[in-house]
């Protein structure tokens, strides 16, 4: 599906990004965790054609994307759901989901997935009409998961979904990341809580100022004790 290679980004005179690889296969979660600064955020920005790329190749199922706009990224199938969550307020949450889907026309598609996105989120459902700002941060972050779904996405990037969030809904979200990708959606996770993304996560990678350091399997890393020390807090 993507594969990345030899990635460089520069912000600045920072170099963000410093040679990385990085592959998502077919049928997979794949999580990517680090400390904050690491270059986590930069690489899914990167992806999207959000910063510009020095060097390396972006490949979207053997096709060269590097140097493609942000809309056609999207159109490709390869979506981000950014840190933040960033739904519009003033907008209802029914109205978020269907500015998720701007580049379809497939009517019936449409309601068909936002069908589905209800059914994942049947709280969403209850708060159709009600305006997005005044949902609490768990609710937010997942009409924001939601809003991305509604574009179809093959690839489904998350920048930091738990963040700021209470264990219990860190816990449903995670839950429902595993349900997208047994409906066939591949996950591409960024996440600081470390132990929530490896536990699901089919391969995971560990970034450390711009570079990749690390690699595995998620349940391999999880037991490896240079991860545990230090992003498990063993």
């Known amino acids: 599906m993507l594969s990345i290679k030899g990635l460089h980004v520069y912000y600045g005179g920072i170099h963000a990004l410093r040679g990385i690889d990085l592959d998502v296969p077919d049928g997979q979660i794949i999580s990517l965790i680090g400390a904050n600064g690491a270059g986590k955020s930069t690489t899914l920005k990167s992806i999207m054609a959000m910063v510009p790329k020095t060097e390396g190749t972006v490949m979207w199922n053997d096709k060269n994307i590097t140097n493609v706009h942000t809309r056609e990224v999207v159109g490709q199938g390869i979506v981000l759901c950014p840190e933040g969550r960033r739904v519009f307020p003033d907008l209802t949450v029914e109205e978020n989901l269907r500015i998720g889907a701007y580049l379809r026309k497939d009517k019936d598609g449409i309601q068909k997935d936002k069908d589905w996105v209800y059914e994942l989120f049947p709280r969403m459902k209850e708060r159709e009409w009600q305006l997005a700002g005044t949902l609490s941060g768990g609710e937010q972050q997942m009409l924001a ?4 779904l509604m574009s179809k996405p093959k690839l489904l990037m998350l920048d930091e979904p738990s963040l700021g969030l209470a264990p219990l809904v860190i816990r449903d979200i995670f839950a429902i990341i595993k349900e997208i990708k047994a409906a066939g959606v591949n996950v591409l996770l960024i996440e600081q809580n470390a132990k929530a993304a490896l536990e699901i996560s089919d391969f995971a990678y560990v970034m450390e100022t711009g570079t990749i350091t690390m690699s ?19």
């Open 145 to 148: 998961v939601g809003r991305a």
């Open 216 to 234: 595995g399997v998620g349940k391999d890393l999880l037991n490896d004790e240079r991860v545990k020390k230090a992003y498990l807090g063993e």
